[in-house]
């Protein structure tokens, strides 16, 4: 008869920190930021300042106003600033960048007390609070420096409205018009890679996302008789790789079972599809990923494992 030795927690024993881990994802970040200072130039590093300025300082401030220990040193609200940069316009107004950042903290971080007790993501929070405010700035794009080819408006607005798919190569290196951070799949890709490299995310919501995602568009298009926007192009276009690599995998807002990882995974990929292909916006990455953050404390719940040595809850 084997004998199990129990002991007071903690179990587990690792040398990562927050620190560690936000430093992680913001050079897995590093590629993003090289494609949009390349193909946006000034535009994109003013963007980028403005919006990290705004989560610095609002969460700096916040903290000493409340006489809290300031926590900027984790690199914690940088990465939310450099996320909030990546999904925004390169001609948005450089105020409307920076209020972002401070909504993003404000009212996405320090509301709910600070980092890990957030419900939704606050890069997300506060670009959905920028297209609610301001549409218009929110949906103006701009061409690539140097580029003249391709259509101001996105790749996934150009298919839905217009019936024309851009040309994968175009959106695999990121020459087309869209968010500083969504148009170059091949520098998103490198990033991920490192992230699944250094275990910094988890690859359950990632391919529960993008595989969803791949077989709804496949579905829906033999369901439809004609494919216009083929499974691949709409991995390939839009913030689909960006939230489902550096978003979707936040371990604050998403669950923390393998069993519930899968489900919100799927559920980033079935809203963001239906969105795309049924509603009235070109894109539904940030909606779902925020819908989503919203079920996970019920996700949690259905999914949470049952306790050592106890059979049906009791």
Known sequence: MKKT???????????????????????????????????????????????????????????????????????????????????LPPAIPLWMSFLGGVIAIGLGKEVFGGLGCNIFNPALLARAFLMAAFPVALTTWTNPVGVDVVSTATPLAVAKFEYTVTPYMELFIGNVGGSLGETSAIALLVGIGYLLYKKIIDHRILVGFI????????????VNGEIFMPPLFHVLAGGLLLGAGFMATDPVTSPITAKGRWVFGIGCGLVSMTIRFWGGLPEGVMYSILLMNALTPLINKMSRPGRYGVKNGK
Not at 64 to 69: A, H, L, P, V
Not at 211 to 222: E, M, Q, R, S
């Open 5 to 87: 030795t129990i002991n007071i927690s903690p179990h587990i024993f690792s040398t990562t920190d927050t620190k560690r881990l936000m430093r992680g994802v913001i050079r897995a970040l590093i590629p993003a930021v090289a494609a949009s200072l390349y193909f946006y130039r000034e535009k994109a590093l003013w963007v980028i300042v403005t919006s990290v300025a705004g989560t610095v300082l609002t969460e700096w401030i916040l903290q000493k106003t409340r006489k809290r220990k300031i926590t900027i040193g984790d690199y914690s609200a940088v990465l939310t600033g450099l996320l909030l940069a990546l999904v």
């Open 211 to 222: 595989g969803t995602a791949f077989i709804f568009a496949a579905v829906a298009n033999i």
